[in-house]
């Protein structure tokens, strides 16, 4: 079967994905022994800790160390486990696990975390609200670790819900750069899909998803409203559908 790589694609539509759609987020609950903003100085303290692990793990992926990560992440993870406080940091510490298995090569791994994390957004997936763009995304991450391991047509399923997922969100915001943000999204999903359809032996059905994504890109490059880095975004992804549409299109 033919084969193009997928690498050039993971980086830019899964990594970068995460790290802008995915920040931190204060946690605000309601304990007996207080501080002023409201959280225990027992929370506090076990949440200090738990960034300190986290921390030493994005430290060594930065560094290109995955397997200490990976070990840092694992930890962090035990820890939110066992303490009850942190249950609401778990999705966060999912994440950077599931990132972690994709930059150390255990994308088996990552499935796995990532469908946990798909599961956790059953509400979001079902909601006619814009926590549609969170599922999407789930959606993207989880299709993305599916194609590293070869299961394609798991991949080709979780990325068309991502697809419509997407679409939807876009349509669900009155902000124009969130809406320009989504489409880019959504058509960086269809660039995935693509590659989907032709290691599944649909070359045609993958050029026509392609040039389906090459108007969103070029639309969003070109909007001069928008912030430069969601436009030098989409043209790096313009770029990787140019390189698609010469690989698809080149004799076999």
Wanted: hydrophobic share 40%.
């Amino acid at each position: 079967m033919p084969y193009v790589s997928t690498h050039f694609l993971a980086v830019l539509l899964v990594f970068s994905f995460q790290s802008t759609t995915q920040g931190d987020k204060a946690v605000q609950r309601k304990d007996s022994v207080t501080v002023s903003a409201g959280i225990s100085k027992e929370q506090l303290a076990l949440e200090d800790r738990l960034n300190g692990i986290i921390l030493q793990g994005d430290q060594s992926l930065r560094s290109g160390n995955a397997a200490n990560a990976i070990t840092q992440y694992e930890s962090a993870l035990a820890l939110v486990n066992k303490e009850q406080l942190l249950a609401e940091q778990k999705n966060h510490v999912l994440e950077k696990l599931a990132n972690g298995y994709m930059k150390g090569n255990r994308a088996q791994a990552a499935v796995s975390v990532y469908s946990e994390l798909l599961e956790a957004r059953k509400q979001d997936c079902a909601s006619a609200t814009f926590a549609l763009s969170e599922c999407a995304g789930a959606q993207h991450s989880l299709g993305l670790a599916q194609m590293q391991v070869g299961d394609f047509q798991s991949a080709l399923a979780s990325l068309r819900n991502a697809e419509t997922n997407y679409g939807k969100a876009e349509k669900l915001t009155e902000f124009h750069e969130i809406s320009a943000v989504e489409a880019k999204d959504q058509a960086q999903v269809r660039l995935l899909i693509a590659v989907t359809l032709f290691r599944l032996g649909k070359t045609s059905e993958a050029i026509t998803t392609v040039e389906v994504a090459v108007p969103q890109l070029t639309l969003i490059q070109s909007d001069e409203t928008i912030q430069i880095s969601i436009r030098d975004e989409a043209g790096r992804s313009l770029r990787d559908a140019q390189t698609l549409l010469s690989r698809f299109k080149s004799p076999q």
